[in-house]
């Protein structure tokens, strides 16, 4: 090390740091201790920061585009992974509502007290095309088939994107 850089590298190594704080806050200044999605979000912003660093002019592997593209891969699979709600249990529900129809939900006055004021309430449900009895039976049954067929898929693909990170991310260094 040059005489120059012994006297800058301690400024510049200061200056890294704190501009790498900054570029961390916004995913830091969302993030809360009590839901596990924002775990995903931290292990995705770490992802994207290094995808990045591949695809810049700063990275020396010969393999750099490929590493990015991998990384990019792991990125997609958690993006689809971090809700079970958007890729799975939507688009399950939304085959059941073009079958049976739009479902209203109510609440109806359940328990009283004895001036007659309301204490509880219960919901209720009215699904448009459900008129029967075994109409209601045959809905409930696709309901809890099509929600956990949903989440067996979704879980099925959250193992696979950790897998696929576990499998990769030793390579993932330059």
Do not use: C
């Not at 969302?30 to 770490?46: F, P, V």
């Not at 529900?93 to 004021?117: I, R, V």
């Not at 209601?136 to 956990?148: A, D, N, W």
């Amino acid at each position: 090390m040059s005489l120059i850089n012994t006297f800058t590298y301690p400024f510049r190594d200061f200056y890294r740091r704190v501009r790498n704080i900054l570029r961390w806050l916004p995913t830091i200044w969302k993030d809360r201790d009590y839901d596990d999605s924002y775990i995903t979000e931290i292990l995705i912003k770490k992802l994207e920061f290094t995808r990045d660093f591949y695809l810049s002019d700063k990275a020396y592997s010969a393999e750099a585009d490929n590493v990015a593209e991998e990384i990019q891969e792991a990125i997609n699979r958690l993006h689809q992974t971090k809700d079970s709600w958007e890729f799975y249990e939507d688009p399950a529900m939304e085959q059941l509502q073009q079958k049976w129809g739009l479902t209203a939900f109510s609440f109806e006055p359940y328990e009283h007290d004895e001036k007659g004021n309301v204490l509880t309430y219960e919901m209720k449900s009215k699904t448009e095309k459900v008129n029967t009895k075994e109409e209601e039976e045959q809905y409930s049954k696709e309901f809890r088939g099509t929600v956990k067929e949903a989440r067996e898929q979704y879980m099925k693909d959250k193992i696979k994107a950790y897998k696929f990170i576990a499998k990769n991310i030793d390579k993932w260094w330059d």
